[in-house]
């Protein structure tokens, strides 16, 4: 995923870049994303850009 924010954390893009290759958990993966907006303020790194890398781990169980 690949996720766009304000300044104050606000989400105002997401895209999956690179698919788990199942619409169905690439599609959740969007929509939690999504839901998870405000995210917390973006701290500028030396060049005054903030990008940062979170991995994401799915774990299915069955119920």
Excluded: N, W
Aim: hydrophobic share 40%; charged share 20%; aromatic share 8%.
């Amino acid at each position: 995923m690949e996720l766009y924010l304000l300044g104050s954390g606000a989400l105002t893009r997401a895209r999956v870049i690179r698919s788990t290759g199942i619409e169905q958990i690439d599609s959740a993966a969007y929509r939690a994303a999504l839901s998870a907006s405000p995210y917390p303020e973006p701290t500028p790194d030396q060049s005054g850009k903030s990008r940062f890398e979170v991995k994401l781990v799915f774990a299915p169980s069955r119920l």
